[in-house]
């Protein structure tokens, strides 16, 4: 099956690195604008820069997406060039591990808001034109740590989970408009995220992954190219486990 894109206005949060370039690339592949956002303007730089010398559609927008009130100025700056964000993809994620007993507030409050509060930011910043217009595709990430829980991880896992609670709630409340809302749970994915866990804890991890290794932020990229495409429309609210089988 060929997949059906009409172009449109996507932004990308997280688009400077890992999967979220992976997403962005994807994106600007089918014919979109994608407005890549990260919080490092020369990471999301050059990833629009890539785009743009590919033949793409690109800008970048360098935003703290923990920051409610630069989020908001963000989406009424883009929605004044763009009048509409049609599909919206949380991607944007940091991980602060620690068991319990050690986490500090500070490292639980980082990662709920850079990894959950973030699309409660854009979803509210957008929202009104998409809800206008009857058509739009958000895709928020999860995570397989959202699903089945992991130690270490509580305040990633809480965030991934409200992730999901997320994309549900709003997946009900957007079907009148024509608004499909998803969620993608990513496994281990090879990325700068990853990349600091060491060589012996990977491969503890490869034992216990069906598929037996990790995963390419291309893997997950296109999974949410499909969910974005005009031949996802009827799919919302479902949440989608790109992990090798280790949510099985
Ligand atoms: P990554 O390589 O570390 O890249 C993270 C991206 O998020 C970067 O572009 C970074 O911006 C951006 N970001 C972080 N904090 C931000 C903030 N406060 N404001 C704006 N942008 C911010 O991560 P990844 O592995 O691609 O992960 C992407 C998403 O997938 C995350 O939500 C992660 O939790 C999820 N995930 C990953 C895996 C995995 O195995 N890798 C598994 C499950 C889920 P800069 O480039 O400017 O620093």
Redesign the pocket.
């Known amino acids: 099956m060929q997949l059906t894109h009409t172009p449109r206005v996507a932004l990308v ?9 992976a997403i962005a690339e994807q994106l600007a592949a089918d014919g979109h604008t994608v407005i890549c ?4 303007p020369a ?2 730089g050059g990833v629009a820069d890539a785009i743009l010398a590919a033949g793409g559609k690109a800008v970048a927008k ?5 920051d409610g009130a630069a989020v908001a100025a963000a989406c009424e700056e883009i929605l004044k060039e763009y009048g509409c964000v049609d599909i919206l993809v949380n ?5 602060k591990d620690g068991l319990m007993m050690r986490m500090s507030e500070d490292d639980w409050a980082d990662v709920i808001s ?2 959950l509060s ?1 699309a409660f930011f854009w979803i509210k910043g957008l929202m009104r034109p998409m809800t206008k217009k009857r058509w739009g595709r958000i895709v928020n ?5 959202g699903v089945q829980g992991n130690a270490g991880q509580t305040n ?1 896992a809480s965030a ?1 989970a409200g992730m999901i609670g997320l994309t549900k709630s709003l997946a009900k409340e957007f079907s009148t408009r024509n608004i499909t809302v998803n969620a993608v ?10 990349a600091v866990l060491p060589e012996e804890v990977q491969q503890k991890i490869k034992s216990v992954i069906p598929l037996a290794r ?1 995963g390419a ?1 291309e893997d ?1 990229a296109s999974t949410v190219d499909f969910l974005c495409s005009e031949n996802a429309g009827y799919i919302t609210g479902q949440v989608f486990s790109v992990d090798g089988g280790m949510a099985m």
């Open positions: 949060t997280g688009a400077g690195r890992g999967i979220g370039k956002v990260s919080k490092n990471s999301c360098a935003v703290d997406v923990s991607n944007a994620g940091i991980t850079t990894n973030s990430i999860s995570s397989v740590v990633y991934k749970a990513p496994g281990f994915i090879t990325t700068d995220m990853t990790f932020p997950i």
